[in-house]
T-cell receptor
Framework: NAGVTQTPKFQVLKTGQSMTLQCAQD?????MSWYRQDPGMGLRLIHY???????DQGEVPNGYNVSRSTTEDFPLRLLSAAPSQTSVYFC??????????????FGPGTRLTVL | QKEVEQDPGPLSVPEGAIVSLNCTYS??????FMWYRQYSRKGPELLMY????GNKEDGRFTAQVDKSSKYISLFIRDSQPSDSATYLC??????????????FGQGTILTVHP
């Protein structure tokens, strides 16, 4: 299994540009999520999904969109990039066992710089 | 005030030392407590996962949860240079609108020098 994969690894954008960060998992996990990590802030939840067709907002959703058309993929879209979105983005997935969310597996991250 | 507070360090210890990492929290609904290890430029990986109060041991690692004090700890015995990383505590509440939402501490940078 490849686990959780993210592309690209690095990206530089100009203010106002849009782009999509890709996330895929091959573990058939129902739950997937996106976090951003900033110095001194830990990881903060952006959006999450409990299954195909179901998404919800996390702590810092503004400026980001998500959709979940398949179990495997959970892309994160930046609509109009701003310097405040410069960060490292992590995607995670987790299985549910007897209705309880189990451990989350994280991808390797995407480092995004917005100029 | 943040829901989860963690001393960012950095913490530097000699090889073989016992390391104590701590987090405090304010949300009494938190029931699941985790410690993640993150090496430089990598994604976090789960070290310990505990439910409610008590201790859990796994090799050189021991996690403690004291819900009455809203305080969790991770102890590393016989620390090794390979333990040098950032350690993040994370917590979540069961079910409902909290399902799947992890709240992380800021992370503590640990360096174990030979």
């Amino acid at each position: 299994n490849a686990g959780v994969t993210q592309t690209p690894k690095f990206q530089v954008l100009k203010t106002g540009q849009s782009m999509t960060l890709q996330c895929a998992q091959d573990m058939n996990h129902e739950y997937m999520s996106w976090y951003r990590q900033d110095p001194g802030m830990g990881l903060r939840l952006i959006h999450y999904s409990v299954g195909a067709g179901i998404t919800d907002q996390g702590e810092v959703p503004n400026g980001y969109n998500v959709s979940r058309s398949t179990t495997e993929d959970f892309p994160l879209r930046l609509l109009s990039a701003a310097p405040s979105q410069t960060s490292v983005y992590f995607c995670a997935s987790a299985p549910t066992i007897a209705g309880v969310l189990s451990r989350q597996y994280f991808g390797p991250g995407t480092r995004l710089t917005v100029l | 005030q943040k829901e989860v507070e963690q001393d960012p360090g950095p913490l530097s210890v000699p090889e073989g030392a016992i390391v104590s990492l701590n987090c405090t929290y304010s949300n009494s609904a938190f029931q699941y407590f985790m410690w993640y290890r993150q090496y430089s430029r990598k994604g976090p990986e789960l070290l310990m996962y505990t439910y409610s109060s008590g201790n859990k041991e796994d090799g050189r690692f021991t996690a403690q949860v004291d819900k009455s004090s809203k305080y969790i700890s991770l102890f590393i015995r016989d620390s090794q240079p390979s333990d040098s990383a950032t350690y993040l505590c994370a917590m979540s509440a069961p079910g409902g609108t909290s399902y799947g939402k992890l709240t992380f501490g800021q992370g503590t940078i640990l360096t174990v020098h030979p």
